[in-house]
């Protein structure tokens, strides 16, 4: 059995070369992914940052704890309240309390990140002058040193800055230390640009004395040790980085396994359907259907133990390298690196050896069948090329495709907007589509060479009925087409559909003529937003970002975002998609939820936690759809008191005139930084921005896709037309040149990538036709978006790889004359 299965293996290597590349491609990636898993486990705790030198940090209450049966459940609120006044006073008594502000600063030139602070805090990070002095000045700041660079000038004490926050001379520069970008001013300034101190350090060692007076006020703690990482800014990122970075690994390793079963079991059945003559002569010589498909699998055992083991290698090397990738792009924290662990390893070896026996088992089973009758057949027109298992195979996934489909239509439409069902769900209908292909690859391809059939000359026929003849070949062939660009067309037409969902959305929000949004989280300053008010013939609405939770059915604590503004101001500004009440109806003994929420009738009463954690129990004034997820709450300024005004709507009065009003708005705003957007403009400005990790795991899903695609085409086509040498010394004897029979081999590959593409394509549209009918469901009806320029890049690519393929084993075949490989047996 082992000298058989080696001496097919080295007479065919050609046809096995493929599925050796894709396997162990597959196997790599799922040890890198592995790899990169097991060595995220563990996440090593973050050290204080900016009160790395503090003695204890009092932080506010910034966590909302609602207990419920099965414990308490905890979320963080969207305005952190500030330590209690009484607290300070108690404070004050131990020694200097120095109170903690962050603000954004932009300044020209300078990052986007770039961050302000008190400069009695750079102490408690160990920032040290490097040149100058501390400011002194509401004029005067320091600057770390890691943005200072701007090309080859540096900037240095004496050097004034434009920023957002004023006009500002730089007196010092000190030590950049790695995890932000500061501007510091001095104590009583910060004050003045950021009101609202959360946090303060208190400058003594007695920590003991310190929680005692921090005892009993609401919320508020005292962080010491490794404790006062949590006083810095966003200190749970490097998780959610590693939580991101794996979900993208874990998609990439699923569509790795998914479409390298793919390209393993097209091979081995296409292999097995070139074999009919060998393998009925094995059964003329006695060879049982059993000793046959024993053959078939021990050759698809050896291809995977050999292609596992060198993905495993692969993996070993490549992960490495791609830890290193991850960190340049951001895409993880600067500690991430891969650590040895032996369990990927086996997880990929015993996988990849799993799949290749499970592409080989299709094929085996039909070799086994095999009548000995086939040795003498020389015609090579396929017949029964769908047999009874593949049909009901494919016939079970479309039913459940479409089953899944209708029920998550009829409980829960939301469902098929999030990226896990969108990756995930699209699979199933992949798959029955390949499984059925060819039950449509003979009508579809009459259909495509309809017209190049009816040109002059014998070329269209010839390629029209090879390729209707030849249904396993084409079928092989239009199998790794179909799957690449279905999931092009499934993954970047989801996103692109929902993106122009939230457009849609937006669009029919709005009914103001402009939208003014400040340049920072601290939103507008009131003499700001006293100009807004005054700009001559608006009607303006300010309005604040916060959150309101819920609890559902008394233990899934639920944050929704919300909107606070003026009922009656509102009314002028913006258009709810409202399913019932009206906007007038709220007040700040109500709310207005979504249709989403457990309780969603009007004039019901819920109970809910405001955003900074106040709890109150409000009446439903109004209830909006659900759509995409951005119809949140809204409620009034009273139920937002600390949320910073960050939205202004402006709608013209009559006979206002656009121009004079837009010059308003901007003189009034000023150097504030924040942005006057017409109506067009703040619409084409909501189509959300893809999410780097999300879009770096969409793009390694496709790029395996498409590299899987390249690697079956190329198998495929030299694989077939080695098989048709005999045919195409036929066609020169009977008097075609040798550049009419590449253009041939060449146009029927082509049209063949065309049959792959039209069914990926009809694929991609069922099932961006699904999400389409969940967001109809939800109120929302935007069009829906097939990524015509990325799948027509995907065909190109697929045709060159199949056109060359072809041309280059057809042009090798030709070298020997005709009549000789006319009489050569194929």
Known sequence: MLSSALTTLRARWAGFAGSFVALALG????????????????????????????????????????????????????QPRPVPDRVKARLRRLGPVVEDRSFGVRAAGGPRDLVGHPWSTAAFASYHLKEGRAPRAADEVVVSDDWAERGAARIRPGERLRTDRGGARVVGVVGGLGFENAVFYTDR???????????????????????????GADGARVLTGDARRLADADPERDGEAVVAMNAMFGTAGGVAAFVSVFVVASTFAFAVAQ?????????????????????????????????????????????????????????APRWFTVQ?????????????????????????????????????????????????????????????????????????????????????RPMLLIAGVALLAPLVVRPLTLLLAWLPARLPGAGGMLMRENAATGIRRTAAVAAPVLVTVALAGSLLGATETLNEAKVTEERSRTAADFVVTSAGPDGFGRATLRRLHRVAGTEVSATSSTTVHTLEEGVALIESPARAGDPARLRATVRLPLAAGKLSDLDDDSVIVNEEWAHHKVGERVTVWLGDGTRKTLRIAAVMTTGTGDNGVYVTPHNARRAPVDRVDVRLRNGAEAA??????????????????????????????????????????????????????????????????????????????????????????????????????AVAGLNLAGMWGALGLLSVRPPIQLPWAALGGVLAACAAVAVSSAAASAALSMRRRPAELAGARG
């Open 27 to 78: 196997v790599g990636l799922l040890t890198v992914m592995g790899l990169a898993l097991a060595s995220s486990l563990d996440v090593p705790e973050r050290k204080p940052e900016r009160f790395a030198a503090a003695p204890a940090v009092v932080k506010g209450a910034d966590t909302l704890r609602v207990p419920t049966a099965i414990g308490d459940r905890v979320h963080k609120l969207a």
């Open 189 to 215: 300034r910060a004050a003045e640009l950021s009101p609202h101190s959360v946090q303060l350090v208190v400058r003594t060692n007695d920590t003991a004395a310190v929680r005692a007076a921090v005892r």
């Open 275 to 331: 074999r009919r003559r060998e393998f009925g002569l094995l059964r003329m010589a006695g060879a049982t259907p059993v000793q046959v498909r024993r053959t078939v699998l021990f050759e698809a055992l050896l291809i995977g133990v050999l292609a596992s083991a060198a993905g495993c290698v692969l993996g070993a090397y490549a992960a490495p390298q791609l830890a290193e990738w991850v960190v340049e792009e951001e895409l």
């Open 340 to 424: 040895h662990h032996n369990w990927p390893f086996h997880v990929a070896f015993w996988t990849g050896l799993l799949v290749a026996l499970a592409g080989a088992v299709a094929a085996a089973w039909r070799a086994g069948r095999t009548p000995p009758a086939e040795a003498l057949r020389e015609a090579s027109v396929d017949t029964r090329t769908m047999t009874w298992g593949r049909a009901l195979g494919g016939g079970a996934l479309l039913l459940a495709a479409v089953v899944t489909l209708a029920f998550s239509l009829a409980t829960d439409p939301g469902e098929l907007l999030h990226r896990k069902t969108y990756v995930l």
């Open 660 to 761: 004079a009003v837009a010059a308003g708005l901007r003189e009034a705003v000023g150097q504030s930084g924040a942005r006057v957007h017409t109506a067009r403009e703040w619409v084409r400005a909501a189509r959300p921005a893809a999410n780097r990790t999300t879009r770096a795991g969409l793009f390694l899903v496709l790029g395996i896709a498409l590299l899987y695609t390249g690697i079956a085409l190329a198998n495929t086509m030299v694989m077939s037309t080695s098989d048709r040498v005999r045919e195409l010394a036929l066609l020169r004897l009977t008097g075609a040149t040798r550049w009419q029979v590449l253009r041939t081999v060449a146009a029927e590959a082509a049209m063949v990538v065309a049959v792959g593409g039209a069914l990926g394509t």
